[in-house]
């Protein structure tokens, strides 16, 4: 059974950062796009940022300059590293990964969420 397990989550004051890590486990056979989602209470969960197998990297543009994604193929795990947070980056963070147990097309996992708040 895969299963994506979310880290790194908290409370943060406004400029700080955090590092949120999202480890895949469970008979993986590859992992394609990995990507980063959020939703804040009362909103709709939108995309955050987008990273392929290959390292090509996308982002929401209210984080460009401020999040990096990455990846470790060898630790099957994507990484958020969120730099000069605001309030507004404030809400629960989820991975997802399309990601195959077996040779051939997979499905889209996801995260249970981390929490990400930050003060004024």
């Known amino acids: 059974q895969v299963q994506l397990v979310e880290s790194g989550g908290g409370l943060v004051q406004y400029g700080g950062s955090l590092r949120l890590a999202c480890a895949a486990s469970?008979?993986?056979?590859?992992?394609?796009?990995m990507d980063w989602y959020r939703q804040a209470p009362g909103k709709e969960r939108e995309w955050v940022a987008h990273?392929?197998?290959?390292?090509?990297?996308n982002y929401l543009d209210s984080v460009k300059g401020r999040f990096t994604i990455s990846r470790d193929n060898a630790k099957n795990t994507v990484y958020l590293q969120m730099n000069t947070l605001r309030p507004k980056d404030t809400a629960v963070y989820y991975c997802?990964?399309?990601?195959?147990?077996?040779?051939?097309?997979?499905?889209?996992?996801w995260g249970q969420g981390t929490q990400v708040t930050v003060s004024s």
């Open positions: 997802a990964a399309a990601l195959s147990s077996v040779p051939g097309p997979g499905y889209d996992y």
């Open positions: 990273i392929t197998s290959g390292g090509s990297t």
């Open positions: 469970g008979i993986i056979f590859s992992i394609n796009n």
